[in-house]
């Protein structure tokens, strides 16, 4: 059984980290400092954690007493999307184990000014526009817009290459309750984005009352 985290003879400024990832970077990094509040030199024996995603890394130096040292842990950000929060176990050598906390706020790297549209059942057939901002600080190029339902049609104008894209998103008509799903393809290499939903519905009641 690992010693608890109160045996280990290092005073960390914090064991827990919240921060905010830039947009559609691909890891954060986080520096977790303590002090050695021990006798005896402080090395770092091994890591663990329950995900993957979140990595420890010692430079293999071992902390004499008195003196600063630092935990450095990676947190891959590839697919994930929303608040993260993780945990690293740092075992040093005949001095127990330490729990490290990592909470990263990831944000969304497309961001759409609607990602469904809708059409009420009797209404004028009108063409309705999605507007997509890119984020990251790394340009992402919209592909395709491609849709299933053939009452939708779509069209995908750049209003500034890897940054601003506009999608128009037109029914056939409007006499009947319908749905349409539309794939977004981008050239990111994340899979969260490079792959993602738009929605267009016809919904509601006819005119005067009653369902289709």
Not at 86 to 96: A, I, P, R
Not at 133 to 145: C, D, E, G, M, Y
Request: hydrophobic share 35%.
């Amino acid at each position: 059984m690992p010693a608890k985290a109160e045996a280990v003879a290092a005073k960390f400024d914090a064991r827990e980290i919240k921060t905010t990832a830039e947009p559609g970077v691909g890891s954060v990094e986080l520096c977790y400092e303590f002090t050695n509040t021990g006798d005896i030199p402080l090395a770092v024996e091994d890591f663990s954690h329950a995900c993957g995603c979140l990595q420890g890394v010692s430079d293999g130096v071992p902390v004499l007493p008195g003196a600063r040292g630092k935990i450095t842990a990676k947190l891959l950000t590839k697919g994930l999307r929303g608040t993260v929060r993780k945990s690293l176990h740092v075992t040093f050598v005949e001095c127990g184990t330490v729990e490290l906390v990592a909470e990263v706020s990831i944000p969304e790297a497309l961001v759409y000014s609607a990602q469904t549209l809708r059409w009420g059942i009797g209404e004028a057939v009108v063409p309705r526009q999605v507007d997509i901002t890119i984020r990251s600080k790394k340009p992402v190029r919209v592909l395709s817009v491609k849709g299933g339902d053939p009452l939708f049609s779509s069209e995908l104008v750049t209003i500034e290459e890897g940054r601003r894209y506009r999608v128009t998103i037109t029914p056939s008509d409007t006499a009947t309750q319908h749905i349409g799903i539309f794939q977004v393809r981008t050239d990111s290499s994340d899979s969260r984005d490079a792959l993602q939903g738009l929605f267009a519905l016809v919904e509601g009641s006819k005119p005067g009352g009653g369902t289709p």
